[in-house]
Every structure is written in C-alpha cells, then in structure tokens.
C-alpha cells in the first residue's frame, strides 16, 4: 500500500453510499475480504466497516469508517499485472448520520451508489447522491439485493428486469437534475459496465459483461461490445430461429432474461428444492460443473446455492472493475475539484499544486473529521492530502473552520507527532503519505474541533479549503446536566469531546448556564447521549431533559408606523421599520445561494429580478443575519445623512445580535427585512460612539417587529414511511394523531411496499418510530429530515393561545422574565 501511494494513476478514493438498509456494509465485506483482510466465508455476516459495538448490535451504521485496499488486477488482452490502491470509506445511510455522509464525500473522488431491488429509489438515496454530485463526485451504481428477487419475491424475469430499469432510469433523472457541467454528461447504464447487480449477504454480483463473456462462444459472429448491447434493453432472442429481433414475437425472450437472469433463477431455484440432478445440468450448460462437483459432497440446499454463486460470481470481481475502469484518480478528479473546494484564487500556486496533484507541491490537506481511538481519550484528525507530502516531524500550520484569512482566529502551529492508515478496527503507522490518499494524524486533536485545512509552517498565502455544508440541520436538542455540581468542569470537557467526535452534532451554552446539545434527529440525540456517558464521562452520572424544539421567530406583516428610538444621552435619533421577507429568498440566504461574499452588483441583479426588489435598496444592503449569513437583511433607505458612514459598523453589530436573540422567546429571528430610514446624529464624534448607537438600534429593531405582528415559526419533519401495502392504514392515523399532514403515497409496482410521505411538526415527532413500529407490528420504518420552517399562525400575546403557552414555556426555561416586552419599552416619543 504505502508503495502504490506515489502512483497517482492508480489510486481510487470511493465512498459507498445508499439509503438505510439497502446493503452497503454487507457489500463493502466482499470488497475487504477481496483484500484478504477477512476470509471470503464471513464476507457479508461479519460487517467489518461497523467498528462500534452498538452498530453490530443494531445492525445499522452509525460512523464513516475508512479503509485502504491493496488490489491486483490483470489486463484482459495481455497478461501483465496492474496494482491498485482503493481508499475506501463506508457511509452510514440513516438520514440522521447524513452528516457522516458529508464528511466522506469531501475526501473521495467516486462513489459507489447501493439501491435495493425492491425498495429502489428512496428518499435517502436521492439526498446523497444530490451531495455527491455538489461535490463533483463521479457515481456508479450496483443494484444490490437480487436475492430477494429469487428467493423472498419470486419475481419472473420480465418484472425484475423493469424494476431493474426503474431504478436506473430514477437514478439519471437525479444526475441530470444535479450534474454540473464540468464533468461532462454522467448516465448509467448496464452496456457501459458502470451498472453492476449484485447480492451483498450471498457475495456474488455481476455485470453484463461476465455473461457476455460467458456466451462468446455461442454467439461467434458478435463482438463482445455487441454482445452487451443484445443484452440489455429491448431486445429479443428466438430459441427455433435463433434470432435477434427489436419486438417480442412468439416464444421469443428479452435477451437480459433469458440469458442472465433466467440462469441464476434456476440455479437458486433448483439448489433450494435440492433437485440435485438438475443443478448438474445447469451448472454444465454454464460451465461451472467443477464447482458442483467440488462442493456438492460437502454442502446442501441453500448452503450448496451460496458456495456456488459466490464462487462463480465473486461480488469483488464486478465491482471492482467498475471502480477502477470508471472511477477517477485523484489526478483527473482534483483538476475539477479543485476550483469548488479551494476558497482562494483559482490561479495560485496552492490552487494549481491541487489541480495537479502535484506531491512536490505545497502541503494542503483537509480534516474532514475527527475519529476517537480505541479509548476514546484522544482523536485523530482523518483527512485527504491534496497536494504536497505530510510526514512526521513536519512543522504544520493548521487552520481551523473559524479561520479567516489575514486573522490569526482559529490559527495553530505545531509540529506532527504521526500520520497512521486506517484499516478499519485497526491502525497502522506510516512514514508519510503523498497527495491523492486519505490518511489520519494522531495529536492533533487540542487544535482542532470539527473540520481544518493543514499546510506547512511557512506558507503564509494558502486559503483554507471550504467548510463542509450539510444537507440536515440540528433541529433536536437537549439539556444535560451533572446530579453530583463537582463533575461540572468534567461534563464540560466530556461535551467538547462529543462535539469533535460528530461533525454536525452542535454543544450550546444558554444564558442561564444550561448546556445543550443539538442534533440532526431522535436517534442521532440518542447515540449522542450513549456516547457521552459510556465513553467520554464513565463514572459521571447524567440527567437530560425531554427533547427541546428550537423555534424562529418572524413577522406577518410590515410596521404600522416607523419606529423611533432616542439615544441615552438623547443626542441621536434613529427611525426604521420592518417587512416581511418572501420565503424562497429566506431559503435561498439558508442554502448559502445567496451571501455578502458575493459581489455586490451580483446580489442586487439576483434581488431585482427574481425578487423584484427596487435596485436602489438592492445597493445598500449593509448586512445578513445573524452570523453575518442568516435568512435577515438590514437596508439603508436613507436619503443625505451625515456621519451615517461612522455609524454604520455599530448598527450591523446590534441588527446581528437582535436577529440572534429575537422579542418573544430569545430565539432566532428569520425572514425579516429591516429598513433604516433616517438618522438625526450629533456633531461631535464622542457623543455618537457605539456605546450610544448599538442599544438604540437594538430598541429600534425591536420596537419595529413588535409593531409588525410577531409569530413563532416551527420546524417542519418530512417524513417517509416505507411500509407493507397490509399496514398503510395504521401509518395514516398514526401521522394524522400527530398533526401530521400526508402529501403522497408511492406504490412500488411489484413490490408488497408503499412509500407514504408526510409532513410532520418536530415538536410532535418525538417518540413517533416506536408508536409506529408498535402499531404496524414492527413493519413500518420511518425516516424524519428536516424539511422547512411553518409559521405559527396565532398571536402570541392573546393569553393562553397557543404560540403563548410555548413562548412562556421557553422564556421560563432560559430565565427571562415571563410577562411579554410591549412596545412602548422599546419606543420613544417625539
């Protein structure tokens, strides 16, 4: 391994991605087992990417797991050998690990799609293959599952081949949705070997190929290209005529049917029924009568189907030669990667050093994740080398995901103890490691919390690389506090290493003292929580709260009047009012499509002609909040206002705090626009110093969205069901009990399974999956992600109404006072 890490060209960096359930770690077992690091037996039961304990036990994965893979391939036509190295990354597929997803995707440059035969396209599938594709990652796709065809469903070959079909066709339509057009046009299809079946628990798997190849001999006058294309698509084969023909006529068969699929059907088939005989003549007819001999004295049944179908079909053999035939090394990948991942000048010589991965190059390397060791004690920064070398010893500069360039925020150097390999459940230290090939860093840990850029000590011009952006947002939290107050600063450090140990998982201290974690879903809360006690606070004894909804807070209409508020010294005046944002430009802010990093003259273009704003306020935005990057908008709409320049600075800063802490309940506030209509401000420069104008404009602020009908707004669940078409009657009530609102029921076509999809308030989705599960007997499975935000359309302040029962809760819970702030505390007169 460590000798193929300079050959650039045949390095592979793939992440296995797919919904929940549909295979992938049980897959990804043949590929290990391919390696020789577990036995081919176990390939498919042993799991080997589910490092923890709770993941083997729950049979779901929980962390990425990284992997390098030594692989020897020989060259069809001549015999000469070829070495690859594989860099692989096992990704969780429960929408509240998405985050997890995120973080591999950043480091890989392929990825190998998993959808269920049966189950096809889900939800899941669509959100990581949407990430994958905004990351420039080149997909393949392995249809996993077959067996099920076989044994569970007993499909016939015409329906498996269309639901074969839709689930490739399903998978275009979200490439051509969301490729981008550096990477050229990307479609998958079983004639160009970029489409593989296969069965993860039995370990086989092919392509059209391996039976092209197989029927060479009968078909002599076609090519093996040819060969492919006859058998895919509509294409028919006559026995008696021994005919190739566009439509169906007489007893003729599509050519995928009868020649690949109708084979393995039998041979299960006859295997389960142990007709013994029989599968004698199928395995002769498929020239693999050795292997019947062989193992037919040692195994029977369903044993014997096993040995033989992994034996002929070795799921590694199919994959991997789709990941190294269409796959990309790091050095095709990293030439249009680069320009989306590197936050500096597209031309400079850290941009061109990447784009080249170019090992003499300087250093740049990007920390997508923190992995605690064996212990739990310590961490080790898991990351990709994208130019240069790194090797112990080295003097590294390291900048944090806080870092700004020319600011010494989020700044560190030090000097690197140990690059190891990940291996799985083990390490292995190595010397150093070039560009192109992933790698973790062991001390590293004090200076780096989630995600960081590495370059050497002297490179004072490199950028960071951008920050990762996760498709889920920590809409669940919960407050955590010690029974014994002496394991407080012993809780606080056990917190700072929960939150390196997840990338999205987010630790926030309220006002009152209160220490809350935030998380993307239920279950992601729950492995947060079991983390915390087992591995970074053994001994300490924990209590958490019920589940906290974060709320937003928003207005329904514009100010009645203009708002004024006076200074202390009562020398300054300033006048605003506020208005109600539309709601896809909200979104778009959240999504990161629209900031104040781009120019200008680009954002007043976008808010003139699709958000019809006059062009005029479209100039004079002065700030996004809050964070400098959140769903409100501060303008100046004033007309020849002296001194207005030197005040400027202190306003944005009370417009980011008010929108941070909103009237009502202290929470965010979004979707509002503020306009600044006029200032009266003294002469002399001392009386008009931030200490004078950030509270008035934070009274004025206020004064303008209580005179604008505030609302509460509640996060919104989409949620997806897939259940047994017998139990869809039990999901119904279950969603409509809880506030829930069904918009579309999918019935798989062949399949006992329907996909219901519901939009379900957060606060009622607590404890859903296990009432559901209770009332459909253990059939339905449930998947919650974040959706949008809804207004709560009632006045908070008519007593006892809804929005006031929660806004009293939340004030009560962070400490403030529980009478509602009126607007005549904000307000002056003239």
Not at 32 to 39: K, R, T
Request: positive net charge; hydrophobic residues 35%.
């Amino acid at each position: 391994i460590v000798k193929l890490m300079d050959t650039k060209t045949n390095i592979r960096n793939l992440s296995v991605i797919a919904h929940v359930d549909h295979g992938k770690s049980t897959l990804t077992d043949s590929l290990v087992a391919a390696a020789g690091i577990i036995s081919i037996e176990n390939a498919g039961n042993q799991r080997i990417m589910d490092t923890r304990h709770d993941e083997q036990e729950r049979c779901i994965t929980i962390k990425s797991t990284g992997i390098s893979l030594y692989y020897k391939k020989f060259r069809d036509k001549c015999s000469s050998l070829l070495e690859y190295l594989i860099n692989l990354i096992d990704s969780p597929g429960h929408v509240d690990f998405s985050s997890e997803v995120t973080a591999a995707l950043r480091i890989t440059d392929g990825a190998l799609v998993v959808v269920d035969c049966i189950e096809e396209v889900c939800v899941q599938t669509e959100t990581v293959l949407r990430q994958a594709l905004g990351e420039r990652i080149i997909p393949i796709l392995t249809i996993n599952k077959l067996d099920r065809c076989f044994i569970e469903l007993f499909l016939s070959g015409e329906d498996a081949y269309k639901g074969f079909q839709r689930v490739i066709e399903n998978v275009n339509i979200i490439l051509s949705a969301y490729h981008d057009e550096s990477i050229g046009v990307i479609e998958l299809t079983p004639i160009t070997d970029n489409v593989s079946f296969s069965a993860g628990l039995h370990g086989w798997s092919f392509t059209l190929k391996t039976f092209a190849n197989l029927y060479i001999e009968k078909f002599k006058k076609y090519s093996t290209d040819k060969l492919i294309k006859k058998l895919w698509g509509d294409n028919f084969y006559d026995s008696i005529k021994k005919k190739w023909s566009k439509k169906k006529e007489g007893d003729s068969q599509r050519g995928f049917v009868k020649f690949c699929y109708n084979p393995i059907s039998i041979l299960i088939e006859k295997c389960s029924k142990e007709c013994y005989f029989e599968v004698e003549v199928v395995c002769k007819k498929l020239k693999i009568d050795n292997l019947y001999q062989e193992y037919s004295s040692h195994f029977k049944g369903k044993a014997l189907m096993k040995k033989i179908m992994k034996e002929w079909l070795p799921a590694h053999r199919a994959l991997i030669t789709g990941i190294v035939d269409y796959l990309p090394s790091p050095l095709i990948a990293q030439q249009y990667r680069t320009e989306v991942i590197y936050e500096g000048p597209i031309d400079d010589i850290y941009s061109r050093s990447m784009k080249k991965c170019d090992s003499r190059g300087p250093l740049m390397m990007f920390v997508s994740k923190m992995i605690p060791n064996f212990d739990s004690t310590r961490f080790l920064a898991f990351g990709r080398v994208f130019s240069g070398k790194i090797h112990a010893g080295l003097k590294i500069k390291i900048m944090g995901s806080n870092y700004i360039k020319g600011t010494k925020k989020d700044l560190f150097h030090t000097i690197l103890q140990r690059a190891v390999l990940c291996m799985g459940r083990r390490m292995e230290t190595v010397e150093s490691v070039s560009c192109g090939n992933t790698v973790a860093l062991a001390g590293l840990d004090q200076y780096i919390l989630k995600n960081a850029t590495i370059t050497t000590h002297e490179e004072f011009g490199a950028y960071p690389i951008k920050g990762l952006k996760f498709s889920v947002h920590p809409v669940v939290r919960r407050a955590i506090k010690v029974k014994n107050p002496n394991d407080l600063p012993r809780l606080l450090e056990g917190l700072k290493k929960l939150s390196r140990s997840d990338p999205l998982i987010q630790v926030i201290t309220e006002e009152n003292g209160e220490q809350v974690i935030a998380g993307a879903g239920e279950l992601h809360l729950e492995i947060c929580i079991k983390d915390l006690k087992d591995d970074f606070l053994q001994g300490v004894e924990i209590e958490t709260s019920d589940p906290i909804v974060p709320y937003r807070e928003t207005i329904k209409s514009s100010s009645n009047h203009i708002c004024m508020a006076k200074s202390s010294n009562k020398h300054n005046r300033i006048y605003a009012t506020a208005s109600p944002m539309e709601n896809k430009l909200s979104v778009d802010i959240e999504n990161g499509f629209i900031d104040l990093t781009n120019k200008d003259n680009e954002i007043s273009k976008v808010l003139c002609d699709e958000y019809k704003w006059s062009k005029e306020e479209a100039k004079k935005i002065w700030s996004f909040g809050p964070f400098g990057a959140g769903p409100n908008i501060l303008v100046d709409t004033t007309r020849s206002v002296q001194y207005l320049e030197e005040v400027k600075d202190s306003c944005v800063s009370a417009f980011q705090n008010t929108t941070k802490e909103g009237i009502l309940a202290n929470e965010n506030i979004r979707g509002v626009v503020f306009y600044l209509k006029d200032f009266t401000l003294h002469a002399d420069s001392i009386h008009r110093g931030g200490g004078q104008i950030i509270p008035t404009c934070k009274k004025v602020i206020y004064a303008s969205i209580l005179s604008s009908n505030p609302r509460l707004m509640e996060p919104v669940f989409l949620v997806s069901v897939t259940v047994p078409n017998t139990v869809v009657g039990a999901v119904y009530s279950v969603i409509s009990n809880r506030k829930g609102k069904v918009i579309e029921e999918v019935n798989k076509s062949n399949t006992p399974i329907s996909i219901v999809k519901a939009y379900m308030p957060v606060s009622k989705s607590f404890g859903f999956a296990s009432v559901l599960r209770a009332e459909t007997s253990g059939q339905a499975f449930p998947q919650c992600v974040f959706d949008h935000w809804l207004m709560v359309d009632i006045d908070p302040f008519i007593p006892e109404s809804k929005s006031n029962l929660i806004v009293n809760k939340i004030r009560k819970r962070k400490g403030l006072n529980v009478e509602l702030p009126k607007i005549c505390d904000f307000e002056d007169n003239l």
